[in-house]
């Protein structure tokens, strides 16, 4: 069964910066492409980021492009999104899925997520 644990949420000022990691286990991490997901309060779930399974192509938002870092070390079976010069919006609860996914993505193949509030 796939498992997804997400980490690296906390608060932080405006400007800041916050490195989060997703540990994958369950299935061949090696073989997916991974996406990033965030849902802010009030809001739907939105794609952030996404990276192919050998870490060769990467797709961010708009709203976070040059500004977000993903990448992923396959040994470690790991996916991390770097995140900079933070916003007050980009405070939300951030989820790691299994696949190139949108926010159609069952809840099932995502994880719990980690906070991220941007706040002075």
């Known amino acids: 069964e796939a498992q997804l644990v997400e980490s690296g949420g906390g608060l932080v000022q405006p400007g800041g910066s916050l490195r989060l990691s997703c540990a994958a286990s369950?299935?061949?991490?090696?073989?997916?492409?991974m996406t990033w997901l965030r849902q802010a309060p009030g809001k739907g779930l939105e794609s952030v980021s996404r990276?192919?399974?050998?870490?060769?192509?990467?797709w961010y938002a708009d709203s976070v492009k040059g500004r977000f870092t993903v990448s992923r070390d396959n040994a470690k079976n790991t996916l991390y999104l770097q995140l900079r010069s933070l916003k007050t919006e980009d405070t939300a609860m951030y989820y790691c899925?299994?696949?190139?996914?949108?926010?159609?993505?069952?809840?099932?193949?995502r994880g719990q997520g980690t906070q991220v509030t941007v706040s002075s």
């Open positions: 369950g299935f061949t991490f090696s073989t997916y492409a």
């Open positions: 899925a299994k696949g190139w996914v949108d926010f159609r993505v069952p809840t099932a193949s």
């Open positions: 990276i192919t399974y050998g870490g060769g192509s990467t």
